[in-house]
């Protein structure tokens, strides 16, 4: 099978590259840079040019669709072309050339309740929570899923949306992240949930959602299962969100894992047999340093 990877130089993307070809997939991958990388069929393109997109799309059978700006810090301006019209130019192309699935990464921003705009309506955290972004970056992964949403009702296209949390590499995590995970940081943490979610195992997600049947159109977050910090989960909602409502029984929901991640996986874990697997305190258990 044939796959084409967009976004292919960005960190997710060059993890997942090597993951498919140690899997045996081949692979054609599109990105801004050029590339010399041995292994795979490399179209340098932007993803709002349509005719790049439409030519990167030709004779692959699905479509790994990670290119985007990861933020509108800098690219308030650009984030919905590049994020939106390129993800309707994506989804066309493989209207047009027969492409019948698309893995599209979205975000846990495609909710609109993290970031410290508007707060989450419960907790813990679920794909079923309503919508309200409130940034462009926000808006343009809520536009992306609706943009799968419309081809996948309309042609019959395979569409799932994959909302991961903040990504890192638990064996070889950033300075600045491993000194959040200290606790000393918590107050930093609140308005993302305290989530993260490893690398690897956003990887094993998109292998999943590869192979999956009988699925039309989903969206699945993705989290670790524990929290970034230190402190046990009961005490950070206390101390900061002991005001929401909780969907089910928050104590049955924390009393075997008491650092429990406040993002409720549970529908990947039903439709795609995903569970994550790494936590940053598998560092700590093998005598490493967080901090």
Not at 210 to 235: C, K, N, R, W, Y
Not at 248 to 263: F, K, S, W
Request: hydrophobic residues 40%.
């Amino acid at each position: 099978m044939k796959v084409l990877v967009t976004g292919s130089h960005g960190f997710i993307g060059r993890a997942l590259v090597e993951r498919l070809l140690a899997e045996g997939y081949s692979l054609r991958t599109f990105d801004l840079p050029a590339s010399t990388t041995a292994g795979r069929e490399h179209f340098s393109g932007d993803l709002r040019d349509v005719f790049a997109v439409r030519r990167a799309v030709q004779g692959v059978e699905m479509v790994l669709h990670l290119g985007a700006l990861s933020s509108d810090y800098r690219y308030a301006e650009e984030v919905l072309a590049v994020n939106v019209q390129g993800t309707w130019n994506v989804l066309q192309a493989c209207m047009e050339c027969g492409v019948r699935r698309v893995v599209y990464f979205s975000s846990i921003n495609a909710l609109g309740c993290v970031g410290g705009h508007r707060p989450p309506e419960y907790l813990p955290l679920d794909d079923f929570h309503p919508r309200h972004p409130m940034t462009p970056y926000q808006l343009s992964k809520h536009l992306g899923e609706e943009v799968c949403r419309s081809y996948s009702e309309r042609y019959g296209i395979v569409t799932l949306c994959l909302r991961p949390t903040f990504v890192v590499d638990t064996t070889n995590p950033p300075w600045w992240w491993r000194r959040s995970s200290s606790g000393r940081h918590v107050e930093w943490g609140k308005d993302e949930l305290w989530a993260y979610v490893d690398l690897q195992d956003v990887c094993d997600a998109v292998l999943r959602a590869m192979q999956v049947e009988g699925v039309l159109h989903e969206a699945f977050l993705l989290s670790a299962s524990d929290t970034f910090v230190d402190v046990p989960t009961a005490e950070l909602v206390q101390r900061f969100w002991s005001h929401l409502p909780w969907k089910g029984d928050r104590e049955a929901y924390l009393m075997h894992h008491p650092y429990r991640a406040l993002i409720d996986t549970s529908h990947a874990e039903q439709v795609l047999g995903w569970q994550p697997r790494r936590s940053w305190r598998d560092l700590l258990s093998k005598g490493g340093e967080v901090d």
